[in-house]
């Protein structure tokens, strides 16, 4: 860039015909070059962003639908004691019945969601967390199963099955929760992160 240039006169004091600048050894003619502070040039940057593609939020979508089904059995006792909560469950009866009319459908769904996709090292992480997330969570849903059968409540009304009712109903609905949660966030391409869950499926992969 070029410089600017300040030229020094010598200047006359108004009182004599001395200039002010006399005790400088300038000439008359001289001139003093001061540079200009170079301008550095604005950088601008841009960021970028990637969405998640379609299929891999489908992928991530359909993940969550397993833990999901496994634990509508967990809510029979809050539809008896509330049927019109089973009407929001209607349009997911046909595909829940074709779901349950494939023999061992959840051991295979289970065990194709985990090598199909998990273990699928082609696959984004993105896929591959939410699909070990609901793996987890699908894990995790056998626990009260378990309980239930080692405890033995019993069929009367005592305590013992009060618990076992309001423990059912606890895990129905939180899974219920991390279902919604899990589909919105898949669908704004963003991770979903299931508190107890998220953890246990990040050191898996």
């Known amino acids: 860039m070029a410089s600017m240039c300040i030229s020094l006169q010598p200047i006359l004091n ?10 400088l050894s300038f000439p008359r ?27 891999e939020r489908v ?7 397993l833990p999901f089904f ?13 049927p019109r909560l089973g009407l929001l469950m209607e349009p997911v009866f046909p ?18 969601l985990y090598l199909g996709v998990v273990r699928n090292t082609s696959l984004s992480r993105y896929v591959r967390f939410n699909a070990m997330q609901a793996v987890t969570l699908d894990v995790l ?19 013992g099955m009060k618990a076992m009712m309001w423990g059912h109903t606890g895990v129905f609905v939180f899974s219920s929760m991390c279902f919604v949660y899990g589909v919105l966030s898949c669908l704004v391409g963003k ?3 299931i508190p107890f869950v998220a953890d246990a499926a990040g050191r898996q992969l």
């Not at 829940?96 to 065990?111: D, E, G, I, K, T």
């Not at 849903?141 to 378990?146: I, K, N």
């Open 191 to 193: 991770t979903p992160y």
């Open 59 to 65: 992928i991530a979508i359909a993940s969550y639908a």
């Open 29 to 55: 003619s001289s001139t003093v070059s001061i540079p200009c502070p170079s301008r550095k040039r604005a950088v601008t940057t841009r960021a970028s962003y990637n969405p998640t593609p379609a299929t």
């Open 95 to 112: 595909i829940l019945n074709l779901y349950r009319s494939v023999p061992y459908a959840s051991f295979v769904a289970f065990f194709g």
């Open 141 to 159: 849903l056998a626990v009260p199963v378990l309980l239930t059968r080692i405890l033995d409540p019993g069929q009367g009304g005592g305590f």
């Open 70 to 82: 496994n634990s509508l059995q967990y809510g029979r006792f809050l539809f008896a004691q509330y």
């Open 14 to 23: 108004p009182r004599g015909s001395r200039p002010l600048l006399h005790s």
